[in-house]
């Protein structure tokens, strides 16, 4: 049985290879990001001499916390939700956000951000988030936290797309500078 520290490791592997790097490990991943399960495990124990077996993969899909990785219906194959680096195509059919949407990020971004908007970086879309905790947690992860209020009702008026991914990570390509101000919601 995998403790908490195990199946963590083994989550931020599969984060690595199934939306960054599957070459690592000689894998294919098909242009809408599906990995073959078995192909996957004898990869994975292969590069890792790891002894991961099917049990232990369902474990780790079933308790991440972010739920970021999804079966397909016939428990085939595996992906990640959303985050993926390399250029695959989740299909997911544009949705109808809410009127607000947050983005976590760190000051030290915030000029740039403000002349340039919220550009995907290295991903490939803009990650938003439902609520305002959410948006903490992402954006404590690169440092002092500031928090985006994004108009996402005037986004969607004027025609820019957003998807909601299979995990509730709201996604968009970019957001223009003029839909973003700061939450100084309560303050
Ligand atoms: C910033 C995690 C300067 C952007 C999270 C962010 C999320 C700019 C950083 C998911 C900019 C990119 C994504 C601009 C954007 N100038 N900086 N014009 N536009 N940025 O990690 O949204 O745990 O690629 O604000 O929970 O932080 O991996 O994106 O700070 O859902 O599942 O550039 O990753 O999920 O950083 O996080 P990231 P993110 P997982």
Redesign the pocket.
Known sequence: MMNEQQTRKISKFL?LILRHNPGKIGLNLDPQGWADVDELLQKVNGFRKWELTRADLDIVVETNN?K?FAYSPDGKQIRAS??HSIKIDLGLEPATPPAVLY????TR?LD??M?????????QH??L?WDTE?AT???K??GKVVILRIDAAQMAADNLLFYLSEND?WLTDHVPVKYISLNDEGK
């Open positions: 984060s972010k970021r959303q985050g983005h976590g990020t760190a971004f740039s951000i002349a340039q908007g919220l550009q995907s970086k290295s991903r803009v990650h988030s959410t947690t992402v954006g992860r690169h990570v």
